[in-house]
């Protein structure tokens, strides 16, 4: 199984910082990456998919970069509703599986 | 608009059975591969199951396989999950998602529409 670690599991920023997030894949996983959002009760939310591409209706302050082994997630500009867990995902192979998530809190 | 929406869940017994349907709107169902994933309370997502738009394929996490089964209808737009022998750890938040697509390759199991989710609570 293809084991991804996210890192770091919590980040305190400010209103405009901005943020990047780690996700290591345990082996080669091209660029089959997913990134999710979830806020506190509600389903995730996709916000890139294949390593870099934006979903539909994401906000452009939300990117994704990386191959192989290591991603990362960035939000140029933190806003007050990007609170939430953030995820990662690879679709290389099943089992799929998931990053352990890195809450994104406002300091 | 693509609507997903889970049901079927509830209290059960360790041991007892539940199946979890999604009902599905919005876009040609057999087109596109589906999963269900599930969050136990206060946990990260766990990938649980996935089938393409044929049926022809299924795939299993591990910590299920032998207990649950994953089927749909495409008459009715209809995914399923038969979970049998239930465990305590099997408590959990349960959603259906749409998968992205496909290509030259294949399904891309991206997830790209989610239900709502469906509560499973194992307990005596």
Redo the contacts between chains.
């Keep these: 199984d293809i084991q991804m670690t996210q890192s770091p599991s919590s980040v305190s920023a400010s209103v405009g910082d901005r943020v990047t997030i780690m996700c290591r894949a345990s082996q080669g996983i091209g660029t089959w990456l997913?990134w999710?959002q979830?806020k506190p009760g509600?389903?995730?939310?996709?916000l890139i998919?294949?390593a870099s591409s934006l979903?539909r209706g994401v906000p452009s302050r939300f990117s994704g970069r990386g191959s192989g082994t290591d991603f990362t997630l960035t939000i140029t500009s933190l806003q007050p509703e990007d609170v939430a867990i953030y995820?990662c995902?690879q679709?290389k192979s099943?089992?799929?599986?998931?990053?352990?998530?890195t809450k994104v809190e406002l300091k | 608009e693509v609507q997903l929406v889970e049901s079927g869940g509830g209290l059960v017994q360790p041991g007892g059975s539940l199946r979890l349907s999604c009902a599905t709107s919005g876009f040609t169902f057999s087109s596109y591969a589906m999963t269900w994933v599930r969050q136990a309370p206060g946990k990260g997502l766990e990938w649980i199951s996935a089938i393409s738009g044929g049926s022809s394929a299924t795939y299993l996490a591990d910590s299920v396989k032998g207990r649950f089964t994953i089927s749909r209808d495409n008459s009715k737009n209809t995914l399923y999950l038969q979970i049998n022998t239930l465990r305590a750890e099997d408590t959990a938040v349960y959603y259906c998602a749409k998968t992205y697509g496909s290509g030259r390759g294949g399904y891309y199991y991206y997830m790209d529409v989610w239900g709502k989710g469906t509560t499973v609570t194992v307990s005596s």
């Excluded at chain 1, 099943?94 to 998530?101: E, H, K, V, Y």
């Design positions: 997913a999710y979830q509600k389903a995730p939310n996709l998919y294949a979903q995820f995902q679709a099943f089992p799929l599986t998931f990053g352990g998530g």
